[in-house]
């Protein structure tokens, strides 16, 4: 079987466990402590607390099934579940950086996590360079000798730029750098980085695996060992952790994810190919198209495309922004990942800087027909 239809197997199946009486979905433990019948055995529980049932801050059985699933489809050996995307992402930038440490990041990556490298964790004394990334070179020249990690994100979520990942966790490892990568575009079905030698990813359970608008979360995936480190240190004395109820709603979810994602694929496609033939269309930045410049980039590094993308338009801005308020299917709002189709409107260029300002829309198409939301489209901009 293909990667993509491997996925549809670890997604669905599970054998059952006795436990649970042959419950189809696992249980919801909703209980901060476990109990124990004799105070040897809460000793040794005591010593592993990530691999005994004591705490539910520390392990909670809802939460480790939700775990173990995400780590089967990441190809991954372990995993730990946070809060929020942010959570996760922050977690895991703490658990191999410290002070007087540099870090090398995508200037396109995710608006907080940008802020948390470079606002919050410059007060302790923890320095980012933020470069485009596209470029292996790149990384190479803004790599220093106090350099403890290269942050990816590909594609970007704004603009949909890719970085070979091989050869960053190749040179990565050359310079005794770890690599972390937000893996939330592509999802487990499309995209394995640490098959290609990343270190961590990470993912905002909010968007695609989730899928149904209905709950915020994060996953940390990797080895045994920088899991464990993470779970022991950040996820325990932070606290970001995951609910039973959310685990239970993500777990369910994820029965679909290759399914919605293969739908996610194909409609996003069609749309972002129709964008593409639009007068008031600049350029469309999906990496599933042929013209991507990064297009063959990612066929090697991705089996799939998901569907969320952008284009730019030198139409002024308060124009594009009434032709979002006149689509009937794509609701304004933050995130993506779910079922509803969204679009949001933003200036980019500076103009001080002597740069044309051009509008960026970012389009997410959901489970609604590709026809009926490219006619939405049409009609829109045919009445402004």
């Not at 059952?16 to 019948?37: E, K």
């Not at 999906?286 to 089996?303: A, D, I, K, N, R």
């Amino acid at each position: 079987m293909s990667n993509r239809e491997e996925q549809f197997t670890k997604a669905a199946y599970d054998p059952r466990d006795a436990r649970h009486h042959g419950a189809i979905h696992v249980p919801i433990y909703q209980n901060s402590l476990f109990a124990f019948d004799r105070h040897d055995q809460f000793d040794d529980a005591m010593k592993e607390l990530l691999n005994h049932h004591v705490y539910s801050r520390g392990n909670n059985p809802t939460v480790q099934y939700l775990e173990q699933k995400l780590a089967d489809m990441e190809e991954a050996e372990s995993a730990k579940c946070f809060a929020s995307g942010m959570a996760a992402i922050s977690s895991a930038i703490l658990s191999v950086v410290g002070q007087g440490d540099h870090i090398v990041c995508v200037h396109q990556a995710y608006g907080p996590t940008r802020e948390f490298l470079s606002s919050y964790l410059s007060r302790f004394g923890v320095e980012t360079t933020f470069i485009d990334g596209s470029s292996i070179e790149q990384w190479r020249g803004a790599a220093r000798p106090n350099t403890k990690l290269f942050y990816l994100e590909s594609p970007t979520t704004s603009f949909f730029e890719l970085q070979n990942l091989r050869l960053c966790a190749e040179l990565a490892r050359s310079l005794g750098v770890k690599t972390i990568i937000d893996n939330t575009w592509a999802t487990p079905c499309f995209q394995n980085p640490l098959t290609l030698g990343i270190d961590l990813v990470v993912h905002s359970i909010t968007k695609y695996i989730g899928g149904h608008s209905d709950c915020i979360g994060g996953v940390v995936l990797g080895s045994k060992e920088l899991i464990d480190r993470i779970g022991y240190m950040e996820y325990m004395l932070l606290g970001g952790i995951m609910t039973p109820q959310t685990a239970a709603i993500v777990s369910k979810g994820l029965r679909t994810l290759p399914l919605r994602m293969q739908r996610h694929e194909e409609s996003g496609l069609q749309v972002a190919e129709y964008i593409g033939k639009q007068s008031f269309v600049n350029r469309v930045n999906h990496p599933g198209l042929p013209s991507h410049p990064q297009y063959e980039l990612g066929l090697s590094q991705m089996s799939g495309f998901s569907s969320l993308f952008s284009f730019i338009s030198t139409e002024p801005i308060a124009k594009l922004k009434e032709w979002a308020n006149r689509l009937k299917y794509f609701k304004i709002g933050v995130s993506w990942g779910g079922f509803e189709s969204l679009v949001t409107v933003n200036r980019v260029g500076n103009e001080e800087a002597g740069e044309q300002p051009s509008s960026v829309v970012r389009l997410y198409v959901g489970m609604e027909s590709p026809k009926d939301l490219i006619a939405d489209m049409d009609q829109a901009w045919k009445s402004i």
